[in-house]
């Protein structure tokens, strides 16, 4: 009987994706958030962010928003002041079946040595476990995920 379990690393095929656990850490350059737990979520199509205080407003013609994220569950004495252009508005339903108009923003994300930009939408998570959810569209053709692994690409 053959085996067939694969047990190469992806050094050995260039070009092969990245694996990541269930939950990552990463960090948020361009928000100024250093390091930030996320729950990586093939269920959810687009990354979302945990904001508080969200202000829209205009600029030069443009569509800005500027909010408040506490990158640390359960810390709310550590938070980071943020603001970024708004890309559009997107109707999103929650795991609770709610549906809501939040903002979406493009910022860079980075784990794992990749850097790339991604969309995200900026939702009030304070009752939920994850301030971040990385969603299929920002795994997509970059990484799979190992459901049975957590923080496979370090702090």
Known sequence: MTDHTNHADESDHPGALK???WREWLSLPDLGIAKIKAKIDT???TSSLHTAAQEIFERDG???VRFTT????GDASEFVECEAEVVGFR???SSTGHSHQRPVIVTTAEVSGESWRIEVT???R???SFRMLLGREALRGRFLVNAEESF???E
């Open 122 to 124: 900026l939702a009030d």
């Open 62 to 64: 443009k569509t800005f």
């Open 19 to 21: 694996i990541l656990g």
């Open 91 to 93: 109707r999103v339903r």
């Open 126 to 128: 304070e009752g939920m």
């Open 43 to 45: 269920g959810a199509q």
């Open 152 to 154: 496979l690409a370090g």
């Open 70 to 73: 506490m990158p640390v569950q």
